[in-house]
């Protein structure tokens, strides 16, 4: 299984981007397919996931802002809203099956106050 995140760049506190995660699979096999980040010095904190069954979780620093979805094949976003300084961190893209998780590279977000 091969993720690929995309969608990472510089932008200013309050703005917004879409970050992207390309599966090699068609996402419908997985259980689940989630986002995670890491911040500078910090430890992989999970962000959002999106279930087979569509129904979608949140962290609570990120619930109102971020927005997990997904098309009908391969392709799984991230959907970030009002910034922060904090929402600084390199996203990775996860998917979930038969106990295992799969990880995608990392693309980089950061957020300039």
């Known amino acids: 299984v091969q993720l690929q995140a995309s969608g990472g760049g510089l932008v200013q506190a309050g703005g917004s981007l879409r970050l992207s995660c390309a599966a090699s699979e068609n996402i419908f096999s997985f259980t689940s397919m989630g986002w995670y980040r890491q911040a500078p010095g910090k430890q992989r904190e999970w962000v959002a996931t999106?279930?087979?069954?569509?129904?979608t979780h949140y962290a609570d620093s990120v619930e109102g802002r971020f927005t997990i979805s997904r098309d009908n094949a391969k392709n799984t976003y991230l959907q970030m809203n009002s910034l922060k300084s904090e929402d600084t961190a390199d996203y990775y893209c996860?998917?979930?099956?038969?106990?295992?998780?799969?990880w995608g590279k990392g693309t980089l977000v950061t957020v300039s106050s």
């Open positions: 996860a998917a979930d099956r038969a106990n295992l998780r799969y």
């Open positions: 999106m279930y087979v069954s569509s129904s």
